[in-house]
């Protein structure tokens, strides 16, 4: 005997605001920098790199939108902000990342810097649910952000696609690379560590 489910079809799609769909488009634009930068490294065309960070750029927008329609229809989910960390983990951090790793930042090292940046995003954004409602003190508005919001990557995103316009990209990576025990290590990576750190940290932000 088989049972049918109860639940009635794209009830979960029915339940998303309207702000839900911008946050969905911002995770949308994240996946295509990804799947630019793969092109980037499969056919070497620079102008992937471009389309990479125009997306994350684009990814940005949605995210500043889908929280400023938030407002302004006073629909707020558990969801929308679920759904909004996790956008902003693949656009924000994830894609950063990968961008670095195809504009060349492919050591040992360099790889170890990417993955930390990437786990302080995730640390920092789950830090910010659980704890949203205490820093809003009692309100409907939280007051200030603990470490640097996750979307000022695009500071990252925006030196990449500077350095893939002037041609420093791959071997000719600013401020080259170092060789410590063996592997490699390329400088410019740090600036993802520095981010990472700020991120984590308990620098106090007033939020807008």
């Known amino acids: 005997m088989t049972t049918r489910p109860t639940g009635k079809p794209f ?75 996790l956008a902003d983990v693949i656009s924000f951090g994830v894609a950063p990342a990968i961008i670095a ?16 940046f990437v786990a302080c995003g995730v640390s920092r954004l789950a830090r910010y649910n659980v704890t949203a409602e205490a820093l809003s003190e009692g309100g409907n508005k939280v007051k200030y952000f603990e470490g640097t919001p996750i979307p000022t990557s695009i500071v990252l995103v925006l030196v990449l696609a500077l350095a893939a316009w002037s041609g420093a990209v791959r071997e000719n990576l600013w401020f080259g690379q170092v060789t410590l025990g063996g592997y490699s290590l390329h400088p410019l990576v740090l600036m993802f560590a520095i981010s990472g750190s700020l991120m984590i940290s308990r620098l106090r932000i007033p939020k807008p």
């Not at 790793?101 to 930390?116: N, P, S």
């Open 101 to 116: 790793y195809g504009c060349g930042m492919q050591g040992l090292y360099d790889r170890i810097v990417l993955a930390f």
């Open 11 to 85: 009830s979960m799609i029915r339940d998303f605001h309207l702000a839900d769909w911008f946050t969905l488009a911002n995770a949308v634009c994240g996946t295509g920098a990804l799947f630019s930068i793969m092109t980037y490294l499969e056919l070497n065309d620079i102008k992937h790199v471009y389309f990479a960070c125009g997306l994350v750029l684009a990814a940005l927008i949605f995210d500043v939108l889908d929280g400023r329609i938030a407002r302004w229809r006073q629909k707020t989910s558990l969801l929308g902000r679920e759904l909004d960390s």
